[in-house]
């Protein structure tokens, strides 16, 4: 007999970026899968689909005061928290990031009683232990939640390094990679590039990030320059989280006016993604890099450095190219070569696909997350 399905509270952050895409395609999938998904959060997630009967979604209203100098948002979703566990029988609370949800979720169960608590799992997603860990008003605040919680995965072994590295936790931490499950495109190739202005024989690079600033856009742009003077001909296509304005000036000063387009919080990426013939990323540091992802789940190649959980996506040679951070010469000397070798990027391309779908799928990663619960359960 198939076990019971599970009630699902998930919290995470539902801007546009990539734990709120995950978190988002995680509650649409356990609902595919039978589960009743209950999403908690200041806004409805961007991605989180309508009209499913077995998800919810529960809005925090944050009220500010004059007393107060910010408004908060913690207590009131740990009140969210606590009413939908009460009022739904959640089994589980799925937070994605620990600051504040992780906490939100503690005092939620604090304030339940005993048999009305669902069990706490935090998914930590990056920037919260490796660049809050560090800030001495939140590590203490964040070690609490982790060691509190019942269970702690992180979306790549580089970030449980990171983790153990900078909050000392004692208890287990499990790694479940992200997954993306593409939709199909709704729009032809041709008629993409046509949108965004490529002529016959120009190859389409594609970015997508918030732009904020360990994406590292400057050097995106050193990149872009690098292939305009060698005579290259492309568009770099931004897919932008953000702001795009403070970066204008350094187009128009590396020459790449007619180079760059910028298309701002898109939501049917797939036809981007598609459409590309790779992808180009300079961050800093990720832990995962979702976006990259995403183009492998469409047969397309990227070319970044190796820095963070990057090279747990990607294979160097394999399923894409990569280069030590910095070095914008080698980054634009991998796009030549694969600019110039249809064939070698069709090879990547199909290998980075064949990875996306052995590695990095729904099917593979949400019965781990289905496993994770029912075992702390
Ligand atoms: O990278 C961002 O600016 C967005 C951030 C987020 O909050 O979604 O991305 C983080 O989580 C993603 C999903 O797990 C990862 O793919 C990104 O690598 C990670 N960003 C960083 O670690 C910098």
Partial sequence: ?????????????????????????????LARRG???????????????????????????????????????????????????RDHALDVLHV???????????????MLPPDRRPKVITTLHGTDTTLLARDPGYGPAIRHALEHSDAITTVSEFLRRETLAHLAVTRPIEVIHNFFEPRPPARSVADVRRELGLRDGEALLLHLSNLRALKRIDLLLETAARLYRAGETFKLVILAGGDFTPFAADVKRLGLADRVVVRQNVTDIEDYLQAADLGL??????????????????????????????????????????????DTAALAAHVQILLRDPARRAALGAAARQRACDLFSAKVIVTRYEELYRRIL
Avoid: Q, W
């Fill in 281 to 326: 990323f300079t961050s800093e540091t990720e832990s995962f890099c979702l976006s990259i992802l995403e183009l492998m789940s469409l047969g397309r190649p990227s070319v970044a450095f190796a820095v963070g959980g990057i090279p747990e996506v990607v294979v160097n040679n394999e399923s894409g190219l990569l280069a030590l951070f910095g």
């Fill in 96 to 110: 994605h990031y620990a600051v504040p949800h992780a906490t939100a979720a503690l005092l939620a169960c604090a």
């Fill in 35 to 85: 589960h009743e998904v209950h999403f908690i959060s200041y806004e409805r997630p961007f991605r989180m689909p309508v009209g499913d009967p077995r998800v919810f979604f529960h809005p925090v209203v944050v009220n500010s005061y004059d007393l107060f100098k910010y408004p908060d948002y913690t207590l009131p979703l740990s009140v969210k928290m606590a009413e939908v566990s």
């Fill in 1 to 29: 007999m198939s076990p019971r399905p599970l009630k699902i509270g998930i919290t995470c952050y539902p801007s546009v970026g990539g734990s709120g895409i995950l978190a988002t395609e995680l509650g649409e999938e």
